[in-house]
């Protein structure tokens, strides 16, 4: 296992060290060290490592550096907010405090890479330093010289330095438009569904035995593994519920050996955990307390939190809103005037799917088509107010409605409604009105 | 055949393949001259002769190498200089002021790095004090009081020099080839740049003041003498310490390269880009496997790296997706193909994806919505979509539109490579429409 991470120039122990701590690691582990070199020798000045979330980009590096003890300087680019961090960073952990305070208090590139070559004149490199820019993807929404000034550092500030790039996102959407230094590019593959479960194995319960854990494994993966191959989420999602697959066991149910009942019974569960908690909709902290109160989906989530009390005529403002997004203009007269003409009603219905606004969202329409809408499905007579209008601006403000073109036009606004099919039900069914029935496409 | 060196020569084997790494990393990884530049002898000539003039006779001089990446520009200048400081005269004479574009990104930067290089008399330590103005009136009598007789020439280096035509008014060039065009202090403007249109880039009167010599470096080997680099890029030198092992590497090195299938690897390469760097990489690849256990480069070895260089970046993510995001991309797919490429939303996938399930009458994939939101987000987190209009706060989330960033071929191979990909879903996706 350990042959693959053999290399000239490290302590053997310290190589087994890091193989103990690479599972299904050890063969990307192996290349990228063959291609770092020895710690003296130089290495090639940048090096770009994609790969999915959680494939052991971040973590590979870090304990190759951390147990082999290489000089490296890790900088995570959502931090580095401003380049100033990113250089203060590198010249700390390259060359302590004082090599960081010479930098001037907003420092271009120039004044970095000055101040790494005093430095380096004063330290030079016994051994490779290194780099690692966790993701780099941002680094192509910064100073469009960074990125390919990163990638030849090596060459500027004369010093053995490797830049390691670690990204999700492919090299070809980083390269600059008149191009740069070629990095030598690495890919980290996913886990297969068996290094997964060997992964996740790993992590099992005290009190149970490891093969009632890698058949717990067994059951989740087969649930989430076609939604989701991410190993931070199924980690996660394998410690809230094994205390649910435990249950029987603890009540002294089912034994151990009893895989198929220990699996209809947790089966469910998982189920709902895909659409509860793997969505966010309820916390980690929420799911085990329902857990304990055994009442799973009793609670309702966050997106059921999204039914808001409007006042009476809002909710009709909204509606008419809604129906005007929807429809199409001609339609209006068949649905909303009561003695409207003959319409042949064959060229009425014909309608194919292309067409269907809830295929393709919501459509702008004039203030003057909402209000005609809402004083035709408003039962009672309702005077224009400007508390009618003060409504419709403040359902803008709420994000129920978004103003379409200019925010300055007084006359002949524009908006879209910007609400779900779901909740607008929920609405129209408070103030019993059958929304369905004036919709275009579910005619 | 191991054994046998250990044998025969002086070092043992773990030594000699530690010397050669070292060696050829350094050559590979870290651009180390040649004794002489090789396919460029009247570059060399010409960019010599020219500087010496500078250095010795004090004629200013202005001159720019253009050629495209990897092609040696830096490599050749470098070895200019080092061949022209090798006489007494010009190292005693010569300054260098050495400025790259990605660091010195507008005038006043450039202008504190030159006066620094220079050690003038506002520099204490290495701060430079005085505003851009001072500066540049400083510079600017400090190099008019000089004449062509007296003062020691000033060679300035622009690397990346393109850039240097985006700073503001582009003063900085303008005050330097001005310079060199009048009778004042002797310099030589070089500059170094991949655009071969950069004159284009220039404004009027500093394009007037440049004296439009040109040195191109579009070098264009043919096969053999691209193998030949080859060769010599991966043998030892003869200052090896161990000369035994050296002469093994080094035929191992030539049976390498006169192996049929390795040939035809590097034609590949060959057709595919000519440059040194990416040559390079390919070696440096190679170079990787090189260990005690196995001394010698096997065309295995190449055709491994080779395979690396060359795999579809694209097609390895698409690899790892799972299964709903497949089936998703799949949906796309076939929306492209149905409304010739229009940008398509959440809610036409979705719609899409539930017809296959409605025909297959296959329960396994259903979903629910916010987990097929889900899975379209991570898709757009991955950039295989992007989102065609950026004002996307103001739509809904389902309703954004967006465009497929995969072509068809793509989507075919990796659906072909995916490990376990259920036949249903391969299917789907082989049927021409839906």
Redesign the interface.
Known sequence: MSALL????YEEERLQRVSKQLPCREMQAG?LL??L??P??????SIFI???RA?GKSHVMQVLLKELGLPHATVSCVECVSVALLFEQVLLSFFGCDAASLLPRSP???DF??VYR?QRSQSPAKQTRYVVMEKAELLRDT?A?LL??LL?L???VEDNVTVILLS??????FRPN?????P??L?F??Y??GELQQILSQDKHPSYSAELYSSYVNILLGVF?????DLRELRHLAALNFSKFCEPLAEGKVKETETHKLWRNVEPHLKKA??TV??R?VSSFQWEQMQQTEETGALRGL?AHTHVELPYYSKFLLIAAYLASYNPARTDKRFFVKHHGKIRKTNFLKKN??TSN?????KPFPLDRLLAIFYSVVDSRVAPTASIFSQISSLVTLQLL?Q?SHDDQLDAPKY?C?V?MDFICAISRTVNFEIVKYLYDFL | MSKRKIEKGSLPVGECITQVQEMLRERLCHQQLPDRPEGVEAQHKHLLELLKRTAVHGESNSVLIVGPRGAGKTMLLKCVLRDLLKEKEAQKNLLQVHLNGLLQTDDRIALKEITRQLHLENVVGDKVFGSFAENLGFLLEALKKGDRSSSRPVLFVLDEFDLFAHHKNQTLLYNLLDVSQSAQAPIAVVGVTCRLDVLELLEKRVKSRFSHRQIHLLSNPTFAQYLERVQTQLSVTDDFPDSKFAQDWNASVKTLCEDKSVEEVLQRHFNSSKDFRSMHMLLMLCLSRVSVAKPAIKPADLLEASKMCFTDAKANMLHGLSILELCLIIAMKHLNDLYEGEPFNLQMVHNEFKKFLQRKSNSMYNFEQPVIMKAFEHLQQLEMIQSVDSSSAKTQREYQLMRLMLDHSQIMEALQKYPQCPTDVKQWAMSAFG
């Open positions: 053999q290399q000239a120039g290349m063959a291609l070199g020895q003296h020798q130089y290495s090639y000045p994609y790969g999915h494939s271009s590139l120039s890479v000055r005093q100073d010289n390919p000034a030849r090596q060459e500027l999700e996102i492919v090299w070809d959407k008149t191009g740069c230094f070629e030598l590019l890919h593959p996913d297969s569904k593994y076609s939604v989701c191959r895909m659409q793997y969505l909709e997106s799917e292309k809830h295929l393709l969202g919501p978004t379409v879209k910007a779900s």
